[in-house]
């Protein structure tokens, strides 16, 4: 089938949407479709492996230069002035399918002409929703959620129950196998240090500091912990004056956002994941790349997180989001047993390993195609 792929932000910036959008394009094409990858004009490319995917990238006038009537509405004018430099692609390219992954593209189906063969996909990770959404969302042909979490929440907003398909992990990529003691050395972590880490934008519906405050409590003081924080974003500057603040800034490593494909030696050579969101998300990418990196993780107990991490408490554990002192004395009790802290890597490895590789989930999106 000619696949594409249509999202302004896949070259632009970083995140699970984007990531999943170019591990998608690889293993469909590895599966033997044509995949075109339609993204707006930005300097990310990653590693394709001299895959032949066709990436074209196209102007558009960024979010911030639109008139100021919400966050959303700046979200949709962006993607419109995008469409409308790509839509004679889009039209001759003459695709079986088109993807998108934003509710904010729901206008792509009205723009193509009559009697085009070409059909709409909507793989969604969210609630990005958008007034007149519902209606323009009468000619997307199929729908896929990634979590039942968020399948409930496409439900009660288009009144249909979209196929399930979990973001997959690229289990070479990223695996135990890539821990650096090199990095490490780098980082300043001595071996008996633990290293606790978090990658992804830095919003405040992440939740970043609440770890911050769990970090700060009297039970983890005198334990040798530190926090790899890796990302950009609008609190970046305030979560580090807050670890000032809270008298832990020493204990904080902070870098910048960096490509997906570097991420892998920083999962793995660190010991636990956290990720204390205050906000739902579908699928947390982040989440499943630590677990397929060997780490035990903790994670909020709500929206997609406990699809991901389970709930028998064998890769992970399940914590009240924002309560930072129960985060802590969760941290304490990883940090004190090592033993047990590798076991649950093991098992968090192992869980990925079985449910979420980009094989099945190219699978489920073919057959949901087909319905």
């Known amino acids: 089938m000619k696949i594409a792929f249509v999202d302004v932000t896949v070259t632009v910036s970083f995140g699970g949407v984007q990531t999943a959008v170019w591990e998608l394009a690889r293993q469909l094409h590895d599966e033997g479709h044509q995949i075109s990858v339609f993204g707006g004009i930005g300097n990310i490319r990653p590693d394709l492996?001299?895959?032949?995917?066709?990436?074209?990238?196209?102007?558009f006038t960024p979010r911030e230069k639109a008139l100021d009537l919400g966050s959303r509405f700046r979200r949709f004018w962006e993607r419109w002035t995008f469409a409308r430099h790509v839509k004679p692609e889009i039209v001759a390219g003459d695709f079986d399918w088109v993807i998108i992954t934003k509710p904010f593209d729901f206008f792509w189906p009205w723009l193509m002409p009559a009697g085009s063969r070409t059909r709409f996909?909507?793989?969604s990770g969210g609630t990005d929703f958008i007034l007149g959404d519902r209606f323009l969302g009468k000619k997307i042909s199929a729908w896929f959620a990634n979590s039942h979490f968020n399948a409930w929440q496409i439900k009660s907003r288009y009144g249909i129950y979209p196929t399930v398909i979990y973001n997959g992990v690229d289990l070479e990529r990223f695996g135990p196998q890539h821990r650096s003691a090199e990095l490490r050395a780098e980082l300043g972590l001595q071996d008996n240090e633990v290293a606790c880490i978090f990658a992804g934008r830095l919003v405040g519906w992440k939740g970043v500091s609440v770890t911050l405050k769990a970090l700060a409590s009297p039970l983890l003081r005198d334990l040798p912990v530190r926090f790899i924080l890796i990302g950009d974003g609008p609190e970046?500057?305030?979560?580090?004056?807050?670890?000032?603040?809270?008298?832990?800034?020493?204990?904080l490593i902070h870098r910048a956002g960096m490509p997906h494909d570097e991420l892998p030696r920083w999962w793995a050579s660190a010991d636990i994941g956290v990720f204390s969101s205050v906000g739902d998300e579908g699928f947390s990418n982040s989440i499943a790349e630590a677990m397929a990196s060997g780490l035990p993780v903790?994670?909020?107990?709500?929206?997609?997180?406990?699809?991901?991490?389970?709930?028998?408490?064998s890769c992970g554990v399940l914590v009240t989001p924002g309560d930072s002192?129960?985060?802590?004395?969760?941290?304490?009790?990883?940090?004190?047993?090592?033993l047990f802290r590798r076991q649950m890597g093991n098992n968090a490895r192992m869980r990925i390993t079985g449910k979420f590789t980009w094989n099945r989930v190219v699978e489920r999106l073919l057959t949901g195609f087909d319905k």
């Open 49 to 59: 492996g001299g895959r032949t995917i066709d990436v074209r990238t196209f102007p």
């Open 121 to 123: 996909a909507f793989r």
């Open 236 to 251: 970046k500057e305030n979560l580090l004056k807050q670890a000032e603040s809270l008298g832990i800034g020493e204990r």
């Open 298 to 313: 903790i994670a909020t107990a709500f929206s997609g997180n406990p699809e991901t991490v389970g709930n028998e408490g």
């Open 325 to 338: 002192a129960e985060l802590a004395q969760i941290l304490r009790n990883l940090v004190e047993t090592p």
